[in-house]
């Protein structure tokens, strides 16, 4: 089963703004940009910690500011899944009143469902009993909505626009990895010549390689045919190198310089990676990373990096510090 948590909770962390500016532009109109945010990873976890409220690894809650200088606390809530989630309108609410109970803020809460289910679109939690009622209603976007507005999504500014034409592509490709495979080489050419920044870029590429995965031998022959394009383009894609490097790497006697490529291609992996996780360390843990560095820079397998992103996720200090020993 595809997982779609780790990509989106790797893609949302870097490119939180621009996630915001295309599904809920209102609203980040009305944010000053000018400050950075403050991701509450530890509040969040607090809020989770002995409640049954559905809290994942995809869901984020943030500290922004107005252009007036108040605070504003966001809670996003992703539910990338195939499939609807059980009293998710409650758990909206539950988690609402967590913050607020908690820390004496209302939050702003905001919804993004990936499932397939035209029909489930949940927005408001309603409870009513004698004469006494509530409604709690909240900003939700589909993202199965996006899917006839493709040529807006291929020509929008916005590197979040081709977040959600790759997730909508690894639904519709779902058994299909010939048309996946076509699909992921479109999404990356187009990519390529952007012109987006490297940190945009590579955030996007990441997110589309992790989700769009394909058969050993596709991936070979999508890497070689993105290889080739990629000579005029401005940015080198680098992301699938991590699994040919391991993969068609070992083996002796491949094409005629494929090695120097491949170590070539590893390195720049390497980068990456440690790129994520330094950018995860700095969210999660801003005390603790600059003396976590060091440690980091000395890793050098990409097997070990990749297990190192998932546990930055949603691993705690001691964990990742014993990984690194």
């Given at each position: 089963?595809?997982?779609?948590?780790?990509?989106?909770?790797?893609?949302?962390?870097?490119?939180?703004?621009?996630?915001?500016?295309?599904?809920?532009?209102?609203?980040?109109?009305?944010?000053?940009?000018?400050?950075?945010?403050e991701s509450l990873?530890?509040?969040?976890?607090?809020?989770?910690?002995?409640?049954?409220?559905?809290?994942?690894?995809?869901?984020?809650?943030?500290?922004?500011?107005?252009?007036?200088?108040?605070?504003?606390?966001?809670?996003?809530?992703?539910?990338?899944?195939?499939?609807?989630?059980?009293?998710?309108?409650?758990?909206?609410?539950?988690?609402?009143?967590?913050?607020?109970?908690?820390?004496?803020?209302?939050?702003?809460?905001?919804?993004?469902?990936?499932?397939?289910?035209?029909?489930?679109?949940?927005?408001?939690?309603?409870?009513?009993?004698?004469?006494?009622?509530?409604?709690?209603?909240?900003?939700?976007?589909?993202?199965?909505?996006?899917?006839?507005?493709?040529?807006?999504?291929?020509?929008?500014?916005?590197?979040?626009?081709?977040?959600?034409?790759?997730?909508?592509?690894?639904?519709?490709?779902?058994?299909?990895?010939?048309?996946?495979?076509?699909?992921?080489?479109?999404?990356?050419?187009?990519?390529l010549m952007a012109?987006?920044?490297?940190?945009?870029?590579?955030?996007?590429?990441?997110?589309?390689?992790?989700?769009?995965?394909?058969?050993?031998?596709?991936?070979?022959?999508?890497?070689?045919?993105?290889?080739?394009?990629?000579?005029?383009?401005?940015?080198?894609?680098?992301?699938?190198?991590?699994?040919?490097?391991?993969?068609?790497?070992?083996?002796?006697?491949?094409?005629?310089?494929?090695?120097?490529?491949?170590?070539?291609?590893?390195?720049?992996?390497?980068?990456?990676?440690?790129?994520?996780?330094?950018?995860?360390?700095?969210?999660?843990?801003?005390?603790?990373?600059?003396?976590?560095f060091a440690r980091?820079?000395?890793?050098?397998?990409?097997?070990?990096?990749?297990?190192?992103?998932?546990?930055?996720?949603?691993?705690?200090?001691?964990?990742?510090?014993?990984?690194?020993?």
């Amino acid at each position: 089963m595809t997982d779609y948590d780790s990509p989106w909770k790797m893609v949302l962390d870097g490119l939180f703004r621009e996630c915001l500016e295309l599904f809920f532009p209102e609203l980040a109109a009305a944010l000053d940009w000018s400050r950075p945010y403050e991701s509450l990873e530890q509040e969040l976890r607090s809020i989770a910690s002995g409640a049954e409220i559905g809290l994942k690894i995809v869901d984020k809650l943030v500290k922004a500011w107005r252009l007036d200088g108040s605070e504003e606390w966001l809670l996003v809530h992703l539910e990338v899944q195939n499939q609807r989630v059980q009293d998710f309108s409650e758990r909206m609410f539950t988690s609402y009143c967590r913050i607020r109970d908690n820390y004496g803020v209302f939050p702003v809460s905001l919804a993004v469902l990936g499932d397939a289910e035209e029909y489930w679109r949940p927005d408001q939690f309603l409870h009513e009993r004698y004469s006494c009622s509530l409604t709690f209603k909240f900003p939700m976007v589909k993202l199965s909505d996006f899917a006839l507005r493709r040529e807006e999504l291929e020509t929008s500014p916005n590197p979040f626009a081709r977040v959600v034409l790759a997730h909508l592509a690894t639904q519709q490709t779902r058994g299909d990895p010939t048309h996946r495979y076509v699909e992921k080489v479109s999404l990356v050419k187009n990519l390529l010549m952007a012109g987006w920044s490297k940190t945009e870029l590579e955030y996007v590429l990441r997110f589309i390689d992790w989700l769009m995965q394909l058969p050993s031998e596709m991936e070979k022959s999508c890497r070689l045919e993105i290889t080739e394009f990629e000579r005029g383009a401005p940015v080198p894609f680098i992301t699938s190198f991590e699994r040919i490097a391991r993969q068609e790497g070992r083996e002796e006697g491949r094409l005629e310089g494929i090695e120097k490529g491949i170590e070539q291609g590893t390195e720049k992996s390497r980068n990456v990676l440690r790129s994520s996780i330094r950018h995860i360390w700095v969210q999660r843990f801003p005390s603790a990373a600059p003396e976590m560095f060091a440690r980091l820079d000395a890793v050098t397998d990409v097997d070990k990096l990749e297990q190192l992103i998932g546990l930055s996720l949603d691993g705690s200090l001691r964990d990742i510090e014993k990984h690194l020993s």
